[in-house]
């Protein structure tokens, strides 16, 4: 009996180990049929209890090629039966995929953000109207909430309006405008009231808390 015995140091590797070793055993055991009838006869049924297993899938659209490719892959590319999918190639799977181009960007003021930048150059490709007015003040409004959560002393509108005109390199131009941006207590009242809702519901539950204990009877 203790020759029988199989530890995972003496396995062979799992190739997936999302499928577990009795899949692979399943899929070695296809390989030494000669017939190859009887072998897709098999494969079949290694490809229904691999769906079994990944029940969650079923409604994608790709889920039977992904599971024929998982087969051969576990396989290690040596099965040889009628696949209704095309079959994938070792070179396919070793191939080193490209690098991802990551966005460098390094803006002057960070606490903007580069979302407030695409907002600039979006604004300025726009025709003059009502409408890229109300754009405009919108991201001055909120370039100075940023600010503002950056700095917690107030700022002058003419900050934030030189700001924008170096953004915009020179083509949003507010600082001879009448306009006004909103005020920091209104900017940052929405925040005030979120923390005052949560400390004072913390409160409450603090107080039923102590309403409901138990009182101790001597």
């Given at each position: ?10 396995r062979p590797k799992l190739i ?129 909430k940023s600010f503002l959560s ?12 030189k700001h924008l005109l170096e ?52």
């Amino acid at each position: 009996m203790l020759n029988l015995l199989e530890y995972n140091t003496e396995r062979p590797k799992l190739i997936i180990p999302e499928y577990g070793r009795h899949i692979q055993k399943m899929v070695q055991y296809a390989i030494t049929f000669e017939d190859r009838e009887e072998r897709n006869k098999i494969v079949k049924s290694i490809i229904a209890v691999m769906g079994n297993l990944n029940p969650h899938l079923r409604d994608v659209p790709d889920f039977q090629p992904m599971l024929w490719d998982q087969l051969f892959i576990i396989s290690d590319f040596k099965l040889d039966v009628d696949s209704p999918f095309p079959i994938p190639k070792r070179e396919m799977l070793e191939e080193r995929p490209e690098p991802l181009k990551y966005p460098q960007n390094f803006p002057k003021y960070r606490f903007y953000g580069n979302n407030i930048k695409r907002m600039i150059d979006v604004a300025v490709g726009w025709e003059e109207s009502e409408k890229k007015d109300a754009l405009i003040l919108t991201i001055a409004n909120h370039m100075k909430k940023s600010f503002l959560s950056w700095n917690k002393d107030s700022v002058e509108d003419d900050v934030i309006f030189k700001h924008l005109l170096e953004l915009s390199n020179g083509k949003i131009n507010l600082l001879e405008s009448d306009e006004d941006l909103s005020n920091a207590t209104d900017l940052l009242k929405t925040k005030k009231k979120f923390t005052n809702a949560s400390s004072t519901g913390k409160k409450n539950y603090k107080s039923n808390s102590n309403n409901n204990r138990p009182r101790k009877r001597y």
